[in-house]
């Protein structure tokens, strides 16, 4: 009798649980941008470097970088404009930098395998001082420096465009002067992209490299969970999207790039910064820009001395990593797929569902809350294909694995992804409610 309760139970569940709803993701083969390694990078405060955050001896955080690298570390951050510069100093002060914190930077990078944008304080600073530091970081990070970021978000103390771009010139000439080829990105605004296009014009054959905007969705007083997920299908993130867009295509500058951004300014709110949905959220918005032909984004994060950074993807106790939260896990799947040729994909059926492609492989973020079967035809045929689900038990929830894997402190990831056959291009997986399912074929 035990047995046939038992029995019955499995095909009452079985019965009840029917088929998840159907839905159809087309990955459309053609592709018109390239994600490179460096997609989904970081960006952090200057004053970490003088507090000496980056240095290779922090054996966890070398580990947390080499996960999702290599990549691009962006430093700057409002702490750019309030720490200063002592070609004399002994380092290890969160005050200012000495060229020992740069060394400590350069080894950080040498262990990881990142590249560096290297901002340089513009509101409180001169020309001169600023020329002296950008030498320095010059020799001593020699390849792994990208570009030189001056100033974090001019538009916030500089009113027009002609007075930025004649403050900025007196800094990028003075830099150049001692920095022969100096490379730079500009101009960072915070949540607008009125300077693009003059920018882009006026700065490319100036060794402008990187055209440059810093996004949020609002101010965390605005900070919810279904507020953050429809943040990309409208409102400032799409749109300065476009307008980087537009921007870098009509202007001849090497690439575009969102060198800083993360779901709510003044640090996040705990509980929507932090959890899943800001995992499913950073995947959505990293999508948005590739479609829109951005090199990438480097998602902020660390500490800082003005306020908690929540929607930091390294979670920290002073200088060490004390986990990974929501954002890591967006772009550590992110990461599983690359490098390779951006795709976009359909959707029919289901409901607050986007999906895309890179390479041969296809992502199905699925951020509503009914679990569905999709239906992938892939750009290319393969004969199976590995599954890898991100998923949490809630929106809201902080226990987020992928393939069944948390990320350690130590960056301890053991992903056991599922294998599923394919047929021709396609190919059926079972999508969770709330979860996101990358599908890699390479
Ligand atoms: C950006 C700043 C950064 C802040 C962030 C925030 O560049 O330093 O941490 O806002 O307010 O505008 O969270």
Do not use: C
């Amino acid at each position: 009798a035990v047995v046939a309760v038992i029995t019955s139970l499995i095909v009452f569940s079985g019965s009840s649980a029917h088929a998840a709803p159907a839905v159809s993701v087309s990955v459309d083969p053609a592709s018109k941008s390239r994600v490179g390694t460096d997609f989904a990078g970081f960006s952090y405060e200057k004053d970490r470097v003088g507090a000496r955050m980056f240095n290779a001896r922090n054996a966890d955080l070398v580990k947390l970088f080499r996960l999702l690298g290599p990549s691009l570390l962006r430093i700057g951050g409002n702490l750019v404009d309030m720490t200063g510069w002592n070609p004399d100093g002994a380092g290890g002060s969160e005050k200012e930098v000495a060229p020992s914190d740069v060394r400590e930077l350069s080894l950080f990078l040498k262990a990881t395998g990142w590249k560096v944008v290297y901002g340089l304080n513009l509101k409180t600073n001169t020309p001169a001082k600023a020329a002296e530091e950008a030498a320095v970081a010059a020799k001593v990070l020699g390849e792994d420096l990208v570009a030189f970021e001056i100033g974090n978000e001019p538009n916030v103390y500089v009113k027009t465009w002609p007075e930025y771009e004649a403050l900025y010139t007196s800094f990028a000439d003075a830099i150049r002067a001692k920095v022969p080829g100096a490379k730079f990105d500009g101009p960072g605004e915070a949540n607008k992209t009125a300077w693009a296009e003059d920018f882009a014009r006026t700065q490319k054959d100036k060794g402008a490299k990187i055209l440059s905007t810093h996004q949020y969705i609002a101010r965390n007083t605005e900070a919810s969970i279904p507020g953050m997920l429809a943040s990309n299908s409208s409102g400032r993130l799409p749109n300065a999207s476009a307008a980087m867009e537009k921007a870098w295509s009509a202007n001849g500058i090497p690439q575009w790039r969102v060198t800083e951004a993360n779901n709510y300014y003044h640090g996040g709110a705990a509980g929507v910064s932090d959890v899943q949905a800001a995992a499913l959220w950073s995947l959505d918005y990293l999508s948005g820009v590739a479609a829109r032909r951005g090199s990438g984004i480097n998602f902020h994060g660390g500490t800082s001395t003005q306020f908690p950074l929540h929607y930091s993807p390294i979670k920290y106790s002073g200088l060490d990593p004390v986990g990974v939260q929501g954002v890591y896990y967006g772009e550590l799947l992110w990461k599983l797929a690359g490098p390779g040729a951006y795709h976009a994909a359909s959707v029919t059926g289901g409901s607050d569902i986007t999906a895309w492609g890179i390479g041969n492989n296809a992502f199905v973020n699925n951020k509503g809350g009914a679990a569905v079967t999709a239906t992938i035809t892939l750009p290319s045929g393969a004969s199976k294909a590995r599954v890898y689900v991100l998923t949490a038990p809630s929106l809201d929830s902080t226990a987020i694995t992928i393939a069944g894997s948390k990320v350690g402190k130590n960056a301890a990831f053991t992903p056991l992804p599922k294998t599923v056959p394919v047929s021709g291009k396609k190919t059926k997986v079972n999508v969770p409610a709330h979860s996101a399912v990358l599908v890699t074929t390479g």
